[in-house]
């Protein structure tokens, strides 16, 4: 311990930690520095949610199966809404694995502050680290009802449904990714507001389940196409996505460049305020969790 | 070029008291329209010193003010203080957890806490699995673990277990496979805060060889934060004294270690009572044979300590103890377990007093810890807790022939028991040596 001379020249140190930095400074080296945690949070999530259950992963399939046969049932016999033309068990199953998707990556990055307040509050890591699990943990689960979806495309396949199989198929990820991004820059948003406003994590749960309504999931954009509430769905952006990735699927229902390219705005738009957001908070948010 | 590896200047951390969420609102809002006048934050203006135990008169409070100090590389640094002295908002910053409100630390190379053992781990993998977990949420590649893992295992001591999830170790074995993999972590500066409360003695001991050979041999620089003052004594070349959010002093461990002891208030009296207790310790006085409360001593002086209780239900002949521990462990102790006395009862308020005759100690400085048992001798009425420290301020030299001021060194890091021997010298001469009589 000793007192510097004030005529030494400046000293090189590898950190600096000082009050709120510009709301810019992103740090992704960090991020990518910490590559090997990510996939370990990855792992944890994946081996640590079946321990102790007797059907394990099983579960990811008997989910969308159930959800499959309500539809099938509310919307199909109950309602009576067509399906564009696609066998409906394929209809509903196609736009319940997408949702399911988005909805995971929203909800389960929602809460990234204030379920993860005790291992932040020991020990530094970049915070984003998190919610970039949870979409990729998720992904895993997406592959497993995608899966699904294709086996179900077999069995029809064989009953005289046929598969498209086209050049399509290759938007298939892009539409995936443009999915789990919207899901996470809004995730972010979402988990930085609720550390010091709770409130919003219980208006959450509400807005995913209104928000399938005005996604066609359950329906095809079509059956909304004269009705008054066409904008409501129109400004969605995830309304453009589940109708395309119906589309390169079963090549029936509508895919609109505009729509598509909407999304991909909108995506890029939520991920950057998230980011920004996010890397604000996480630096105090110890003090107001 | 100096090596310093911490430089902290102006640091100061203010918190809102009370309930966030009420008003919170406004105070945003409030906070907005003084930034967007441009003026500086009003929040920022109030606020008071960080004491306990007067009542706040504002909503917000500075953990820390203006803290200044250096860090050279290599320096096992003991950071002490009372409950609320700031100590932890400290490592807090330094372990990035938070960020201070005003001024910055410089830091070279990683950092790592140890601020509470098991970070992140997770009940259901097993230790192997969670030894790569907690090693990358500390900072580790998975090759820089991998490199590591055997050594990790053994150190921990739990290599039956290494595939059991960790749900099903005992608190200790948790400990001590956290401890492992913190210990050979790669970072130049190290944190550990009050770790080693658990574990049992053997497993304390090599974590403080650890933490010793990870400085003097590899050089890397450790912050210790402990109430335990035998173990900062005995780990730490220097030492920063907290108090009020402020560095009250700071230099050599044995000089802030004294300055920390000397304070006249009853240290302890809050933290003793524990509400969990079913004989809540209220407050210890260390008295000395004229019955005045001190806490320094000289060799041979009887030491007299009167335990406040308040038993909160009856219980009959129930158990106390006693155990005086040095910077090397547990020494000495008065036991009803073993010397079979009790007390008939006790219920409500009461006081018990021990006298150690003639204590016959090495100029250093001792904790006391005391509890009590239920008369089945195994159910805990107090917990076990350490309750204060007293000095042997003795002037070694006073005692002895010898000169030089070797020996005043050297009897504050020697055993701490003085008893009475004979030499026997070459020339057949036998020379008595009574440094305790």
Known sequence: ?289 | MSDIVIKVEGLSKQYRLGQIGTGSLAHDINRLWYKLRGKEDPYLKVGEENDRTKKAESDYVWALRDVNFDIKQGEVVGIIGRNGAGKSSLLKILSRTTSPTTGQVKLKGRIASLLEVGTGFHPELSGRENIFLNGAILGMTKSEIKSKFDEIVAFSGVERYIDTPVKRYSSGMYVRLAFAVAAHLQSEILIVDEVLAVGDAEFQKKCLGKMKDVSTQQGRTVLFVSHNMGAVRGLCTMGILMQHGKVEQQGPVNNVIAKYLINPSAVFNNILKDPNDSIVIESVAFKNSAGESTQNYKIGDDLILEINYFAKDRFEQPYFWIGVESQFGSLFGANMLIDGKRPAEVNGKGTIACRFKNLPLMPQTYSVWIGARASDGRTGLTKAKEVGFFNIVSNIQDLSAAESDHAEILANDSTPVIINYEWQMPDGKTIPVNLFN
């Open chain 1, 1 to 289: 311990m000793s007192k510097t001379a004030s005529n030494t020249p400046p000293e090189h140190f590898d950190i600096v930690l000082q009050p709120q930095t510009s709301f810019f400074k992103l740090n992704l080296a960090e991020v990518w520095r910490y590559r090997d945690l990510m996939w370990l949070f990855v792992r944890r999530d994946f081996v640590a949610q079946y321990k102790q259950t007797i059907l394990g992963p099983v579960w990811h399939v008997i989910q969308p199966l159930l959800t499959t046969l309500m539809f099938l049932f509310l919307f199909g016999k109950v309602a009576n809404i067509p399906t564009d033309g696609i066998e409906p068990v394929l209809f509903y199953m196609s736009g319940i694995t997408i949702w399911n998707y988005f909805s995971a990556c929203l909800t389960n990055t929602s809460n990234t502050f204030i379920s993860n307040a005790a291992i932040f509050g020991k020990v530094y890591f970049p915070r984003l680290v998190i919610p970039l699990s949870v979409v990729i943990s998720n992904i895993v689960r997406f592959g497993i009802q995608f899966g699904l979806l294709l086996v179900f495309m077999i069995v029809y396949a064989f009953k005289g449904v046929p598969i498209h199989f086209n050049l399509y198929w290759l938007c298939i990820p892009i539409l995936v990714f443009v999915m789990a991004g919207i899901g996470l820059g809004l995730g972010i948003i979402i988990s930085s507001l609720t550390t010091k406003y709770r409130d919003l994590s219980f208006l959450l749960t509400f807005a995913v389940q209104l928000g399938m309504y005005i996604t066609p999931v359950a329906y095809p954009l079509s059956y909304l196409e004269k009705t008054k509430y066409k904008w409501l769905i129109d400004i969605n952006p995830l309304t453009s996505i589940t109708e395309a990735f119906r589309f390169c699927l079963f090549g029936k229902g509508t895919i609109e460049m505009q729509g598509v390219l909407y999304s991909l705005v909108f995506m890029v738009l939520v991920i950057g305020v998230g980011t920004l957001v996010f890397n604000r908070v996480e630096k105090n948010f110890m003090d107001t969790v």
